[in-house]
């Protein structure tokens, strides 16, 4: 989430967010920092600046733990724009390649309340690294402290489901549908990392 480092911000460098790297393999958090705003990529978040991060991981094999796999977002998100709602998956794909044979940078798209949840959490950038060794969901939580970055066991119930499956049993442990209460929203996403994400 963008928020001013200045009393009266008049250029995109006033700016500034925070950026989470978390381990997948120990469950922790790596590191959370503030991140200064340095230009205009960085100031609409999304594909651009993603991009950016994973130009500063060397990466050969995209099924690597050391693989990183980032969601971000931008000025725009939570707005009545049209990409307001946008949520941005980007990492290194195993399909395409550079002219060297080196795996090229790809991103995903996704639309919905979950983007309002995520920065409202107080997340800019979140970097995942490493890879759990069984299905896991990672949770994160708003605080009055920042947010709050857990893992929790995958049970049998997720494994192996399509998403319909997944997205039931998601809903009926974390909201309460017959009081139309909606605190939790979900992106669920099968890598070589092997984690689903909550975020409320």
């Known amino acids: 989430m963008l928020r001013p480092k200045v009393e009266n911000p008049k250029q995109v460098v006033d700016f500034a ?3 989470i790297v978390f381990d997948l393999a120990s469950g922790n ?9 340095q230009d205009d990529m960085d100031f609409l978040g999304g594909i651009g600046r993603s991009f950016k ?6 990466v050969t094999d995209p099924f690597s733990p050391d693989s990183p796999l980032v969601i971000n977002s931008g000025c725009l998100t939570g707005t009545a724009f049209m990409t307001g709602l946008r949520t941005y998956f980007s990492g ?11 795996p090229m940078a790809a991103w ?12 409202s959490s ?23 402290g920042g947010p709050e970055l857990s893992l929790q066991p995958a049970p049998s119930e997720m494994v192996g489901a399509r998403v319909p499956e997944r997205m039931a049993w998601l809903n009926e442990t974390f909201n309460d549908r ?3 209460s909606f605190p939790a929203h979900f992106a669920l ?4 990392k092997r984690t689903a994400m909550m975020v409320f």
């Open 92 to 102: 290194y794909s195993p399909l395409k390649r550079t002219l060297q044979g080196q």
């Open 178 to 180: 017959e009081n139309r």
């Open 108 to 119: 995903s798209v996704m639309s919905g309340s979950f983007r309002r949840k995520f920065v």
């Open 29 to 37: 958090v790596v590191t959370h920092e503030e991140v200064p705003v």
């Open 17 to 19: 967010f925070d950026r």
């Open 122 to 144: 107080g997340i800019g950038d979140l970097i995942l690294t490493g890879a759990a060794d069984e299905p896991q969901i990672l949770v994160i939580k708003q605080t009055s």
């Open 53 to 58: 991060i994973l130009a500063e991981y060397d």
């Open 189 to 192: 996403f099968l890598t070589f």
